[in-house]
């Protein structure tokens, strides 16, 4: 049986990454870059035989070229299906967003979350509040972030939100060498006391202390007071942003491979495919397999893009979704 997801969710998922996929392209390598938006859409589904039309959207977005209003209706006659809603705060970090689902004739909400960041003298985030409204009540968490004089992040504390208090969750410590990151320790709240739990240690660094090339992972074994056998995860780089990931276990004295996943970007820098394998009796064996096939206007601009995966694990990729945009609007910003 062909398994997906409701209609609600494939428009939250579609408004979700359609600002991902517009294309940036470069005007003042110094200053500024210009971005393309689609201001309509029309989305489908594949039945196993035909595409079928299933909703419209239309975008607002403000003058950096941030969505603040999405409207999805029915196609011919042009109900109300959804709509989103969203804010910024001065710097272009979201502030607040809004989902709604029309309901007997009613908005009717289903999502909503609101953030607060406070940004120290050198505009980094110090301090950040994420709540969410869950079955009428608000939850949330908050993280403390603390900087070294260079601006290196040390710690961050998670706290969640408990009957209206403040409760310590998590602290992550990173240590660090002339400036680079070479370990990050997590730890859980234990009553008054933290304990250990996970540890990154990292060796090389494609970007850095944003992306790893290669790190050993370990959990905190409680009961023996001792971490796991390590694991290990290589970032290799592939042309236009891609990668290949790979993650293997230490067992009787080397390394042996666990899983891979790949992912492949076109020349744009939007995702074409992105699979995933594991190593089984001495060869790879794939397990997920997500694909996208993107079509560009004379523009470059992303006019179309179809979703295909397997229906079940194993399965023959098969279309999906598909997503025709139009009426691009152009924006420019500061970089």
């Not at 869950?134 to 040390?154: C, H, I, R, V």
């Not at 979704?321 to 924006?331: A, C, E, H, L, P």
Request: with cysteine.
């Amino acid at each position: 049986m062909k398994r997906k997801s409701t209609l609600l969710n494939f428009c939250k998922a579609f408004l979700g990454i359609v600002l991902i996929n517009s294309l940036a392209s470069e005007v003042d390598a110094q200053s500024t870059v210009t971005i393309s938006r689609p201001g309509y859409s029309m989305q489908y589904d594949h039945d196993g035989a035909n595409w079928v039309h299933i909703a419209n959207t239309t975008y607002t977005y403000n003058s950096d070229g941030n969505s603040i209003f999405e409207l999805s209706t029915v196609p011919v006659t042009n109900t109300n299906l959804s709509k989103n809603e969203t804010t910024y705060d001065i710097r272009g970090n979201r502030s607040s967003y809004k989902a709604y689902r029309w309901l007997n004739n009613t908005w009717s909400l289903r999502v909503s979350t609101k953030d607060s960041l406070v940004y120290d003298a050198n505009n980094r985030v110090a301090l950040k509040f994420s709540m969410w409204l869950q079955n009428g009540t608000w939850s949330g968490e908050k993280y403390e972030n603390t900087f070294d004089a260079n601006g290196n992040l040390l710690e961050e504390i998670r706290s969640v939100l408990n009957n209206g208090a403040w409760v310590l969750a998590e602290k992550t410590t990173n240590t660090l060498v002339n400036g680079i990151i070479t370990e990050k320790l997590h730890e859980l709240r234990n009553g008054t006391t933290w304990r250990n739990y996970q540890k990154k240690i990292y060796s090389a660094w494609h970007v850095t202390n944003v992306q790893p090339a290669s790190y050993t992972m370990q959990s905190y074994l409680a009961g023996s007071n001792q971490w796991s056998s390590p694991t290990k995860y290589t970032t290799t780089l592939t042309a236009n942003g891609g990668n290949v990931i790979l993650e293997e276990r230490f067992q009787n004295n080397s390394w042996v491979n666990m899983s891979r996943s790949t992912l492949i970007n076109d020349s744009q820098g939007n995702m074409i495919r992105n699979y995933s394998e594991n190593y089984t009796n001495g060869a790879w064996v794939m397990s997920i397999d997500n694909q996208s096939v993107i079509t560009y206007n004379s523009n470059f601009d992303l006019s179309e893009k179809i979703d295909r995966y397997a229906n079940i694990p194993g399965g023959p990729t098969v279309d999906q979704w598909k997503t025709v945009y139009s009426n691009f609007q152009y924006f420019t910003r500061a970089l």
